[in-house]
């Protein structure tokens, strides 16, 4: 199929790219390159310079490339920015996501995946957390992306819209091959900052909280290698057959790993001491977040290629090491 992928140049939108030509699919990307690069994406891919929310220049996109499914991956995903500056994160995430829906509608285009997140769940009171999990977003990222969730439903309903909206948790690892790789600025993933720290970038990892009531006192997290993330939202196509479908799925390996064990993989993988600063908790740090992914891998047939730290960071490390100054268009 023709696949539009919005927000393609990025992080995850450049894996799911490669994913996407590997699995036989014409990947087509529009990116505003704000925090996408370039160099990420493949130069015989077709590449266009556009907002997500500018419905003429969309609109245009759909129909000249007669566009089969849209992959949505250009939120704003910063949590500390979208409490200090909200209104970036309701107008771009949300109100920029409503004029894509509304560009596709014109040209009759039905097909859509959203990259959603666990931050919809805000702090969960049991786990892991499935898809029933209430809903309780406590910052605006989380609440910009549960805005489109129900907007999604609602247009589903509407207009026979078909879609799946996959709530991840934490996105790590690169290509297996070391050409692409995760290169944001500013960094706030967790596995990049502990191997700059190993590498002398920065000159140490900060462990907010060691006192939190897991087995090493650090923060538990569900980190899902990005290939395994890129495949699950091909693997949803088939769902998308019968007009008004709407899937809501976790992607998440469904074993937590703590601070401390990333940074002892990170150590382990790149033969390198990492230094630590123990620093107080900060607010809005649930002690743990992780997935019950058992619904995607039963519906989709998923099953992670991943399922360790270990394998996660080592692909990490293979990308870092080759491209110790992230892409060459920074």
């Not at 087995?215 to 091909?234: E, F, K, Q």
């Not at 937590?256 to 908790?281: F, M, N, Y």
């Amino acid at each position: 199929m023709n696949v539009l992928v919005v927000g393609g140049a990025g992080y995850i939108g450049s894996h799911c790219v490669r994913q996407l030509q590997l699995a036989g699919h014409r990947p087509v990307v529009l990116d505003s390159l704000v925090f996408g690069h370039r160099a990420a994406v493949a130069p015989d891919v077709p590449f266009f310079d556009a907002e997500l929310g500018d419905e003429e220049a969309v609109g245009a996109i759909l129909q000249s490339e007669s566009i089969d499914v849209v992959m949505h991956f250009a939120a704003f995903a910063y949590v500390g920015e979208s409490v200090s500056d909200p209104l970036k994160y309701y107008f771009n995430n949300s109100v920029a996501t409503l004029h894509l829906l509304r560009a596709m509608l014109k040209q009759n285009v039905k097909k859509f995946v959203f990259s959603s997140t666990c931050a919809t769940y805000g702090v969960p009171q049991d786990l892991p957390i499935v898809e029933s999990t209430p809903q309780a977003p406590i910052n605006p990222y989380g609440q910009t992306k549960l805005d489109v969730e129900n907007a999604l439903k609602a247009t589903a309903h509407a207009h026979g819209l078909s879609f799946a909206a996959f709530r991840y948790f934490n996105a790590a690892g690169a290509a297996e091959d070391g050409s692409i790789g995760e290169d944001h600025n500013p960094e706030t993933h967790l596995i990049p900052l502990v191997i700059d720290a190993a590498t002398g970038k920065r000159p140490n990892i900060q462990i907010f909280g060691t006192d939190y009531p897991t087995p090493d006192g650090t923060c538990l997290r569900d980190y899902v290698h990005v290939d395994d993330l890129s495949r699950a939202h091909i693997a949803v196509f088939d769902k998308l057959e019968e007009p008004g479908a709407a899937h809501f799925l976790n992607l998440g390996t469904g074993t937590p790993t703590s601070v401390r064990e990333v940074i002892s993989t990170v150590e382990k993988v790149t033969g390198k001491k990492v230094p630590v600063v123990e620093s107080p908790r900060r607010d809005g740090d649930p002690p743990a977040l992780y997935a019950n992914a058992a619904k995607a891998k039963t519906e989709l047939g998923w099953q992670v290629q991943y399922p360790d730290i270990e394998s996660t960071v080592r692909t990490a490390w293979k990308w870092h090491s080759a491209h110790p100054n992230g892409y060459a268009d920074r």
